[in-house]
């Protein structure tokens, strides 16, 4: 299944009492999932290790801590609505996002709030019956340990029985901070197939890519799944 969404279908009133904390909120696209929402009017508690990256802005709070830290995690997400988590799998010093994921889960359950994974292409199928990303011949070795440790924890989450409601949001093949590009205002959604353009190009900005994640945020359309953007 694929849908279109375009700028007019964005829904940007009405959203002052929703407060999400984002985890990696100074990095690509937590950063750019933090000023998406408060563009639109939601109230944001942005969560790094160092957050002098961020300019203060009406609606924004600063949390400066570890991720890692379980009692960190669970008092900065009181009174949260949605926990984000947009965070690298694999961490500079050794250890990896999947051991610790449980942390998050658990902070949501107690908070009574959404959970939204800025997840990774890997794991998207390049055709119905196709092989995942990752499997490809094509796929860069130097990024497989990244994209297989995000499959983990995508794969844990749908054989988990926790009542938390999840999404997990997979961006198109090139997505990264070496590959801006520049807002369009639309994007594409799927389910399990990578979506790519004409020409065979599977591109999203990280504007356009923030716009979807606040899109399921504001308006929940995906409930204990994985979903794919890209144009």
Do not use: C
Not at 45 to 51: H, K
Not at 132 to 152: C, I, M, V, W
Not at 187 to 215: K, Q, T
């Amino acid at each position: 299944m694929t849908v279109n969404v375009t700028d007019a279908q964005h829904v940007h009133e009405g959203n002052t009492m929703t407060n999400i904390v984002v985890f990696g909120g100074t990095g690509y696209a937590g950063s750019a999932i933090t000023h998406e929402a408060l563009s639109r009017g939601l109230t944001v508690t942005a969560v790094a290790r160092d957050t002098s990256k961020l300019e203060p802005a009406e609606g924004l709070t600063l949390a400066q801590g570890d991720a890692f830290d379980a009692d960190f995690v669970s008092e900065v997400t009181k009174g949260a609505d949605v926990v984000v988590v947009s965070l690298h799998a694999a961490q500079a010093d050794g250890s990896e996002l999947k051991d610790k994921f449980q942390h998050f889960v658990d902070a949501a359950a107690a908070a009574g709030a959404r959970l939204g994974i800025v997840g990774g292409a890997g794991s998207m199928r390049v055709s119905e019956d196709g092989p995942r990303l990752f499997d490809t011949d094509g796929f860069p070795d130097a990024f497989k340990g990244e994209a297989k440790s995000h499959a983990q924890i995508l794969d844990a989450l749908r054989a988990s029985d926790t009542q938390v409601d999840w999404f997990y949001v997979s961006p198109a093949a090139a997505f990264g901070s070496y590959n801006p590009g520049e807002r369009r205002g639309t994007y594409r959604a799927s389910d399990e197939v990578l979506l790519a353009d004409a020409e065979g190009n599977s591109d999203i900005s990280g504007a356009d890519y923030a716009i979807a994640f606040v899109d399921e945020i504001v308006t929940p359309a995906h409930h204990q799944t994985r979903f794919g953007v890209a144009y």
